[in-house]
């Protein structure tokens, strides 16, 4: 029993760090229409923020608090001056925002000379209960995760911003007839998704060690949780990183661990053949 409780924690812990990644490009993906293949590269900013917090002395929350905010106004700088011209086309799109992504962690790489850097916990030990001992950063990130989810959800479905952000997005020109700034709509979206990267990167960086890599080991897992999820929905992207994540976290238990990362994939494939539209099908969120 030990063990399955072990077993469940830290699967539940891996999920939660796959949807905090995944929920920030599933807003953007649901809400545009355009994948943003510079989203591995917001991660990246998010944990080298919390890593530049450490280094100057300062400790890591602040880092962890500023994460979002910085890399917000640089995804808010983006899409004013770069992504903005790529609506129109979404291959274009996503050839656009992988230039910019390799741009930003090459740019990364230099700076941190291409070593690998350490970041301690925030918020470290362990807690025990009825005799198991669990990570307390690991649980911090379940509960951030929980929470923003739940605060994400209700601003897009539930408030007048929201009502307002699916109107634009849905229909421009009906929107633009009722005085609403389409070009504020879009440049506040996508600050939004990319303030949840550097989240997602400011919490998950002291797991890992950082490197200009961070990011791109979840690229292609993210994107996979989307397609599995389901494009035109909120919840849609939040179940497919659970299914990744739980996947890729059970597995190695299962199977040998060489072998989980293509069982993955091959599963996840299997379900969005039998089902394209993904779990949940919509128009948008």
Same mark, same amino acid.
């Given at each position: 029993?030990?063990?399955?409780?072990?077993?469940?924690?830290?699967?539940?812990?891996?999920?939660?760090?796959?949807?905090?990644?995944?929920?920030?490009?599933?807003?953007?993906?649901?809400?545009?229409?355009?994948?943003?293949?510079?989203?591995?590269?917001?991660?990246?900013?998010?944990?080298?923020?919390?890593?530049?917090?450490?280094?100057?002395?300062?400790?890591?929350?602040?880092?962890?608090?500023?994460?979002?905010?910085?890399?917000?106004?640089?995804?808010?700088?983006?899409?004013?001056?770069?992504?903005?011209?790529?609506?129109?086309?979404?291959?274009?799109?996503?050839?656009?925002?992988?230039?910019?992504?390799?741009?930003?962690?090459?740019?990364?790489?230099?700076?941190?000379?291409?070593?690998?850097?350490?970041?301690?916990?925030?918020?470290?030990?362990?807690?025990?209960?009825?005799?198991?001992?669990?990570?307390?950063?690991?649980?911090?990130?379940?509960?951030?995760?929980?929470?923003?989810?739940?605060?994400?959800? =209700?601003?897009? #479905?539930?408030? $007048?911003?929201? @009502?307002?952000?699916? /109107?634009?997005? !849905?229909? +421009?020109? &009906?929107?633009? %007839?009722?005085?609403?700034?389409?070009?504020?709509?879009?440049?506040?979206?996508?600050?939004?998704?990319?303030?949840?990267?550097?989240?997602?990167?400011?919490?998950?960086?002291?797991?890992?060690?950082?490197?200009?890599?961070?990011?791109?080991?979840? =690229?292609?897992? #993210?994107?996979? $949780?989307?397609? @599995?999820?389901?494009? /035109?929905?909120? !919840?849609? +992207?939040? &179940?497919?990183? %659970?299914?990744?994540?739980?996947?890729?976290?059970?597995?190695?238990?299962?199977?040998?661990?060489?072998?989980?990362?293509?069982?993955?994939?091959?599963?996840?494939?299997?379900?969005?053949?039998?089902?394209?539209?993904?779990?949940?099908?919509?128009?948008?969120?």
């Amino acid at each position: 029993m030990d063990i399955a409780i072990k077993f469940a924690f830290d699967i539940l812990a891996f999920t939660s760090v796959m949807v905090l990644i995944v929920l920030g490009l599933g807003v953007i993906a649901s809400m545009m229409g355009i994948f943003n293949f510079a989203h591995g590269e917001l991660v990246l900013l998010g944990a080298y923020t919390v890593y530049l917090s450490d280094e100057a002395g300062l400790g890591g929350w602040p880092g962890v608090i500023a994460a979002p905010i910085v890399v917000g106004a640089v995804g808010l700088a983006l899409e004013r001056t770069v992504i903005r011209r790529f609506y129109a086309n979404p291959i274009i799109a996503m050839l656009g925002t992988y230039a910019l992504g390799l741009m930003i962690r090459e740019i990364v790489r230099g700076l941190l000379g291409g070593h690998y850097k350490s970041i301690p916990e925030p918020m470290g030990g362990v807690f025990g209960i009825g005799g198991l001992e669990f990570s307390v950063w690991r649980t911090f990130i379940i509960v951030v995760t929980m929470l923003v989810i739940a605060g994400s959800w =209700l601003l897009l #479905s539930r408030t $007048s911003i929201g @009502l307002k952000v699916r /109107g634009a997005l !849905e229909n +421009p020109a &009906l929107a633009r %007839a009722c005085g609403i700034s389409t070009d504020l709509v879009y440049s506040l979206t996508f600050a939004f998704g990319a303030a949840l990267a550097g989240l997602a990167g400011a919490l998950i960086v002291p797991l890992y060690q950082l490197s200009a890599d961070i990011g791109i080991r979840f =690229l292609v897992q #993210s994107f996979l $949780s989307v397609m @599995l999820g389901g494009v /035109g929905t909120f !919840e849609g +992207p939040v &179940l497919g990183a %659970a299914a990744v994540g739980a996947m890729a976290a059970g597995l190695p238990w299962i199977v040998l661990p060489v072998l989980a990362d293509p069982l993955v994939f091959v599963l996840a494939l299997a379900v969005v053949r039998m089902r394209p539209q993904g779990f949940i099908a919509a128009g948008r969120i």
